[in-house]
């Protein structure tokens, strides 16, 4: 293996007695046996000159010609002694980082062999959608409470219809910015509840982490459909800052209130995504291949389209809807979420 100027390689010999460390010039050989004519585990220990004190486009021919060869010798003398390299089995690849601390580089494949190409989600956090959801429940507000997040997100959707209008793509995106939020509050502040009381969450900690990737996922999702503008990015900035602190100062206040303005928000983006398929049945909004990386995380059809890449996106917003509004009325009748089994993988 090597890190920065340093190779090392590891080889096997024989030893009938105990020898000591040598060094000679600027490379060390340390040996350890336990008993005669045992292997003996050497490992070379190669040190060479560290290049780059001044920037690569300042050098001259010269110089770069210079560090190339004393790489390309460096590299020989590994794979030629025999040892095991970071390179090994998979050649010097530029993308391969060959880790001083032992960590090696994931090779993932899918079912047919081919390789997996995608580094934030893997094969076995692939799911199917269940799209036979019952999409139109609601939770009737009856507590002040209740009214007050009901009321809270019909105010958040107002300026959000002025801004995007039709613009559908755009607005799945920013919805999905601002959804992937409260999972990952809900789920550090039980955490960190978790650690002070030295007790369990009841799993209610990954089903929010894991609410919170999925709804991250949505976005990258979106992200290959609608490309957003500089304002709509510094829209984001804005609107997250501002939700983030928000929510993480209701959910301590009240975690009952916190889920039920989530289980409002996920209603809401049902209602979008139902008028996004409308557009998309209608003819106003192209309804082009379905991107790879939704094709992959849901285990779509080869030829899925962006209505099928919609229709699962809101099956998961109908979940997301269920677990929160449950977690709510959990709390509502005196009770905490660990008192109850998180509902673990429901999509």
């Given at each position: ?29 340390i040996r350890a ?134 613009r559908y793509g ?85 975690p009952k209130l ?90």
């Amino acid at each position: 293996m090597s890190r920065g100027a340093t190779t090392v390689v590891r080889s096997l010999t024989m030893s009938p007695r105990l020898s000591s460390p040598t060094v000679a010039g600027n490379s060390a050989v340390i040996r350890a046996i336990t008993g005669p004519e045992t292997p003996v585990a050497t490992w070379w220990i190669k040190s060479s000159p560290v290049f780059g004190a001044r920037n690569a486009s300042t050098m001259t021919l010269s110089e770069k010609e210079h560090k190339e060869e004393k790489v390309k010798d460096r590299k020989e003398e590994a794979v030629g002694g025999g040892g095991a390299t970071a390179a090994d089995d998979g050649g010097w690849k530029g993308k391969e980082v060959a880790s001083y601390w032992g960590v090696p580089p994931s090779r993932v494949v899918k079912d047919d062999g081919s390789e997996w190409k995608w580094n934030c989600f893997r094969p076995w956090e692939t799911y199917q959608a269940d799209l036979s959801i019952d999409l139109k429940k609601h939770h009737v507000p009856k507590t002040f409470l209740d009214k007050f997040a009901y009321w809270t997100v019909k105010s958040l959707r107002l300026p959000t219809d002025i801004f995007f209008q039709r613009r559908y793509g755009c607005r799945a995106m920013m919805l999905e910015t601002v959804a992937a939020v409260p999972g990952m509050v809900g789920g550090m502040l039980l955490h960190c509840k978790s650690l002070r009381r030295f007790e369990p969450s009841g799993g209610w900690i990954k089903t929010l982490l894991e609410e919170a990737e999925n709804e991250r996922m949505h976005l990258m999702t979106f992200m290959e459909v609608a490309k957003p503008k500089w304002y709509e990015r510094g829209l984001v900035f804005a609107v997250q800052g501002i939700f983030f602190n928000a929510y993480f100062v209701a959910y301590l206040a009240s975690p009952k209130l916190a889920h039920r303005i989530t289980g409002y928000l996920e209603e809401e983006a049902i209602h979008s995504y139902t008028e996004f398929l409308k557009e998309l049945d209608n003819g106003n909004i192209e309804n082009v291949k379905a991107p790879a990386i939704a094709i992959d995380y849901w285990r779509l059809p080869a030829d899925s389209t962006l209505r099928d890449v919609v229709m699962v996106v809101r099956a998961d917003e109908a979940h997301h809807r269920d677990v929160n509004h449950f977690a709510s009325d959990i709390h509502y009748q005196g009770l905490e979420l660990k008192d109850s089994p998180a509902p673990i993988g429901y999509h």
